[in-house]
């Protein structure tokens, strides 16, 4: 397999490319908790990368609370309010080496398209915040974006990397690569059929990633363009 054969990079968001400090964490955990119930590490881990309202879902179950739909939709607008607390005081920032290493996938003649457990009104004021365009032209970073707004179901389905393709003219799932910084991610890649690859630079280590069923686990996004020169 050449570099030129991976036709598609797919890339979550925060803690992938983007740093937030742990916010979606903390949000997300902070929201469940609101909501009387406990909320185990490990548990939070499992369904980080998840869609927020499916995370809530079975985070309050997990924590024991029934998940009514009343207690859901109160749980995700705690999850929205977090966050943007989060956010306004302490805007995320793209990891350090992010920007280059798409400038350079791209270079290659591989698109990248971002996927995300956030729906449209928070992934894309994100980004729009980063300066990060989207789709061509002046300022474009990535040439799609995918919110679970955009699916049926997130993560762990292939639902937004089968989307990122169908957006970016990618038809052979074997010429796509998926990254993420958590276990859901890989799996993801995995339902898919792409290459799933787990990177370091949020909460999962390289065991977790590596048990998931990652082909890969590298330090970062910033090692992508690396491995995509070593297939070659």
């Known amino acids: 397999m050449t570099a030129t054969t991976i036709e598609l990079v797919a890339l979550d968001m925060a803690g992938t490319t983007i740093d937030d400090g742990g916010a979606v964490y903390e949000a997300l955990r902070g929201a469940v908790e609101d909501g009387g119930a406990t909320v185990d590490q490990g548990d939070l881990q499992v ?11 079975n985070l309050l179950r997990l924590g024991g609370v029934e998940p009514t739909q009343e207690r859901i939709a109160a749980g995700f607008a705690r999850f929205r309010e977090r966050l943007q607390e989060a956010y306004a005081a302490t805007p995320p920032t793209a990891i350090a080496g992010v920007p280059e290493a798409l400038r350079e996938i791209r270079a290659l003649g591989v698109k990248v398209a971002l996927t995300t457990g956030f729906d449209d009104a928070v992934a894309l004021p994100l980004l729009a915040a980063l300066g990060w365009g989207i789709g061509g032209g002046r300022g ?34 074997r010429r796509v690569l998926a990254a993420g910084d958590t276990a859901v991610d890989v799996q993801a890649g995995n339902n898919a059929g792409a290459v799933s690859v787990g990177v370091l630079t949020g909460k999962a280590d390289g065991r977790v990633l590596a048990e998931a069923g990652a082909d890969h686990v590298l330090g970062g996004v910033v090692d992508i363009p690396g491995l995509l020169h070593v297939r070659a």
């Open 47 to 57: 369904w980080m990368g998840t869609d927020k309202v499916e995370a809530i879902t």
């Open 140 to 173: 474009t970073v990535v040439d799609a974006v995918v919110t679970t707004s955009d699916v049926a179901a997130g993560r762990p389905a292939p639902y937004m990397i089968h989307r990122a393709m169908e957006r970016t003219g990618v038809r052979d799932v």
